[in-house]
T-cell receptor, first 115, second 113 residues
Framework: DGGITQSPKYLFRKEGQNVTLSCEQN?????MYWYRQDPGQGLRLIYY???????QKGDIAEGYSVSREKKESFPLTVTSAQKNPTAFYLC??????????????FGPGTRLTVL | GDSVTQMEGPVTLSEEAFLTINCTYT??????LFWYVQYPGEGLQLLLK?????DKGSNKGFEATYRKETTSFHLEKGSVQVSDSAVYFC????????????FGKGTTLSVSS
C-alpha cells in the first residue's frame, strides 16, 4: 500500500538533545512538508521541499533543520535551539510540485515530548 | 496574508443532529479550499475539496460549497454519527506553485448517542 510513514509514533528526549524525526513516502510525490501541531493552534508550517536537494523555510523554522537527499525521504531535526519542542509533528506530501491544487496527504504523526 | 478562520469549538451534538462548522477565508486570487479530519492520535485525512467558486465538495455525507461572494466554505452534514467525533480543519492553498496549506485552528466535534 502506498502512503506516508513517520517514525517513531512517540519520542521522548532530554532537554538540550537534538532529535531527528523520520518521514518516508512511497507515493512518488515531488513535494513534502513538515507541520507542527499544538493544542488550539492548528497546524503551522516548519519547512517544505518541492524537489530533491531543495527546501524552504516555513513560518516557524527557527530551531529546526531538514534535508532532502532522496525523493522519498524528508527527515526533520529538532535542535537544542528550539525553545519549546514538545508537540505533535506531522509530515505531508503532495503529488506534483507546482500543481495548482496542492492537495496534501498526511502521515500518522510523531508526538515528541522533551523531558 | 492569506488566512482561514473557523468557528471555535467544541461542538457537541446528539447522534442524527444536523452539523454546520463555519469557515471563512481571506486570500488574494482564487485559492483551492479543503476540509481535513483528524481522529484522536492520528494524522489528517482529506475529507473534501473544492477548487473554484460554486464547486461543491462532498464525501461520507459531508458537504461544503465554495462561496466566493461570502469567502466561505462551511462544512455540513445532515445526520451525524458517533464515529464522526473528531477535529475538523478548514484549509486553503493559494494557486501558486508548490505552496503549503494554510489551516484554520480546528473545530472539535463530539457526538453522543
Amino acid at each position: 500500500d502506498g502512503g506516508i510513514t513517520q517514525s517513531p509514533k512517540y519520542l521522548f528526549r532530554k532537554e538540550g538533545q537534538n532529535v531527528t524525526l523520520s518521514c518516508e513516502q512511497n507515493l512518488n510525490h515531488d513535494a513534502m512538508y513538515w507541520y507542527r501541531q499544538d493544542p488550539g493552534q492548528g497546524l503551522r508550517l516548519i519547512y517544505y521541499s518541492q524537489i530533491v536537494n531543495d527546501f524552504q523555510k516555513g513560518d516557524i523554522a527557527e530551531g529546526y533543520s531538514v534535508s532532502r537527499e532522496k525523493k522519498e525521504s524528508f527527515p526533520l531535526t529538532v535542535t537544542s535551539a528550539q525553545k519549546n519542542p514538545t508537540a505533535f509533528y506531522l509530515c505531508a506530501s503532495s503529488p506534483v510540485a507546482g500543481a495548482v491544487y496542492n492537495e496534501q496527504f498526511f502521515g500518522p504523526g510523531t508526538r515528541l515530548t522533551v523531558l | 496574508g492569506d488566512s482561514v478562520t473557523q468557528m471555535e469549538g467544541p461542538v457537541t451534538l446528539s447522534e442524527e443532529a444536523f452539523l454546520t462548522i463555519n469557515c471563512t477565508y481571506t486570500a488574494t486570487g482564487y485559492p483551492s479550499l479543503f476540509w481535513y479530519v483528524q481522529y484522536p492520535g492520528e494524522g489528517l485525512q482529506l475529507l473534501l475539496k473544492a477548487t473554484k467558486a460554486d464547486d461543491k465538495g462532498s464525501n461520507k455525507g459531508f458537504e461544503a460549497t465554495y462561496r466566493k461572494e461570502t469567502t466561505s466554505f462551511h462544512l455540513e452534514k445532515g445526520s451525524v454519527q458517533v464515529s464522526d467525533s473528531a477535529v475538523y480543519f478548514c484549509a486553503l492553498t493559494p494557486n501558486q506553485a508548490g505552496t503549503a496549506l494554510i489551516f484554520g485552528k480546528g473545530t472539535t466535534l463530539s457526538v453522543s448517542s
